[in-house]
């Protein structure tokens, strides 16, 4: 019977019981994929990350309840801090390396941790993908786009995104890994929400990954290079964003929420 450590972690908040859960697993090295689909599913978290030591770095995959996916921000941050807050990594930059999304780093400053993302590149939505989007959300969006992963769309204000009640069957039919529907904050730059059911989570409590689609759109529209964002889901969650053109830095806090030992045969 194998035995492996494991970390619950809530990211991008200082306080438990909210932010998003990810479960960090700490391997020596790779196991079979399909069991580390198994171990996401019976965690049943919106994110479960496995990371190996390699020398100084780490390699890191990522797994949704119900399939692998590119990159996960948040699970991202949750290593970082396990690794620099729980078992005393020397240093206040780590290096993930991951096969889909290449080198990411994570540094400590100030007690926040800031995930260095490749930034995203969107594209303006067809009239057919548009239509579609609008099916998703119940209206017409001000703007929609397409990134390398997810669709994103503009709303009306931060009362709209609130109050949304998107059709996630609608959601679920989309070429894409989810939909982020975003608009300017009333306290922040700006907030959003994120579905995608498309890979078994309804609603992603904070979503690090949605950022690098976020942050240089609203830069662009605010002219700012340094933002504050809040995800508008029930856990709710902010964000510290800084555009630095081909990279996002995307940062947030962590709280341990319990660790212990897994095993599978």
Known sequence: MEKVRMYQVDAFTERLFS?????????????????????????????????????????????????????????????AYVLLDLLGYSGSVIRFHSLKSGVLSVEKKAGMFFLDFPT??????????????????????????????DYLVIVENELTVKNLKPDLNAIKAL????????????????????????????????????????IPLWSRKTGKTEMIANQLSQRGGQLACLFNGHRCLIGGKARLFLSGEIYFD
Request: glycine share 8%; with cysteine; net charge negative.
């Open 120 to 149: 995203d590149t969107l594209s303006e939505a067809t009239e057919e993908q548009s239509e579609l989007l609008a099916q998703c959300i119940g209206m017409k969006p001000l703007e929609a786009y397409k990134g390398r992963t």
């Open 175 to 214: 070429n894409a890994r989810g939909l982020i529907v975003s608009a300017n904050g009333d306290n922040v730059d700006f907030v959003s929400r994120f579905f995608a059911p498309q890979i078994g989570v309804d609603e992603d409590p904070v979503t690090g990954s949605a950022h690098t689609s976020l």
């Open 19 to 79: 932010g998003n859960p990810a479960a960090v697993c700490i391997l020596g090295s790779w196991i079979a994929d399909d069991v580390m689909q198994s171990i996401a599913f019976e965690n049943n978290l919106p994110e479960t990350v496995f990371i190996v030591g390699k020398g100084p770095d780490y390699e890191i995959r990522w797994f949704s309840p119900t399939s692998e996916v590119d990159l996960c921000g948040h699970a991202t941050l949750a290593s």
